[in-house]
């Protein structure tokens, strides 16, 4: 067999960690107002580990990832109003989480809106959601199902129950234990 032109760029599958279930303190990475595929205004919040054994995860993550299309991991779509077009309950949770997380922080809002959080601490509580892949095995990803506040992470919170797809059973599902992410420390890649 002939060396594969791209052979030296493909980074090897190695050990992956996964982000560990429950409380962390998370920095706001980006805020971006949005519409969703339904037409609802929303807010693309994009976030990381700010504190702790795994600070800096999603950024690892992202740097380390050599596809074409790569991603942002850690991503709440929060819509900012109900379906009557009262403010959303999350989006209030979002701001107080934000607010007591940050002394003296307050939001502004208007135009300047989404940069004023770039930067801000606020705690979230992660949990496992199962989905399906593209070989319609059934498989679970870790995602920020809740925002709170920094100090309410600091007190301790329970791990939230997992989430299944409509109609599968309760089981116990093991994580994912390989990835082909691959921890580099430069920061020029970032999308933010």
Same mark, same amino acid.
């Given at each position: 067999?002939?060396?594969?032109?791209?052979?030296?760029?493909?980074?090897?599958?190695? !050990?992956?960690?996964?982000?560990?279930?429950? +409380?962390?303190?998370?920095? #706001?990475?980006? =805020? @971006?107002?949005?519409? $969703?595929?339904?037409?609802?205004?929303?807010?693309?919040?994009?976030?990381?580990?700010?504190?702790?054994?795994?600070?800096?995860?999603?950024?690892?993550?992202?740097?380390?990832?050599?596809?074409?299309?790569?991603?942002?991991?850690?991503?709440?779509?929060?819509?900012?109003? !109900?379906?009557?077009?009262?403010?959303?309950? +999350?989006?209030?949770?979002? #701001?107080?989480? =934000? @607010?007591?997380?940050? $002394?003296?922080?307050?939001?502004?809002?208007?135009?300047?809106?989404?940069?004023?959080?770039?930067?801000?601490?606020?705690?979230?509580?992660?949990?496992?959601?199962?989905?399906?892949?593209?070989?319609?095995?059934?498989?679970?990803?870790?995602?920020?199902?809740?925002?709170?506040?920094?100090?309410?992470?600091?007190?301790?919170?329970?791990?939230?129950?997992?989430?299944?797809?409509?109609?599968?059973?309760?089981?116990?599902?093991?994580?994912?234990?390989?990835?082909?992410?691959?921890?580099?420390?430069?920061?020029?890649?970032?999308?933010?």
């Amino acid at each position: 067999m002939n060396m594969p032109e791209d052979y030296g760029k493909i980074s090897a599958y190695g !050990d992956f960690t996964p982000l560990a279930l429950g +409380g962390h303190i998370l920095k #706001i990475m980006s =805020v @971006e107002e949005t519409i $969703s595929s339904t037409q609802k205004a929303m807010l693309k919040i994009n976030l990381d580990i700010a504190e702790g054994e795994q600070k800096d995860y999603y950024a690892a993550l992202f740097r380390g990832d050599t596809r074409e299309n790569k991603k942002w991991g850690c991503i709440v779509y929060q819509l900012t109003h !109900d379906s009557e077009g009262n403010t959303h309950r +999350g989006l209030k949770t979002f #701001i107080t989480a =934000v @607010e007591n997380s940050n $002394s003296g922080f307050k939001i502004v809002w208007g135009d300047s809106f989404c940069q004023t959080l770039k930067g801000k601490l606020v705690g979230g509580v992660f949990g496992r959601e199962q989905y399906e892949n593209r070989d319609c095995e059934l498989k679970f990803s870790t995602k920020c199902s809740q925002f709170r506040s920094v100090e309410s992470i600091k007190k301790g919170v329970e791990v939230p129950e997992d989430k299944f797809l409509k109609g599968q059973k309760k089981q116990s599902v093991p994580s994912a234990a390989s990835s082909d992410f691959d921890e580099i420390s430069s920061e020029s890649d970032l999308p933010f």
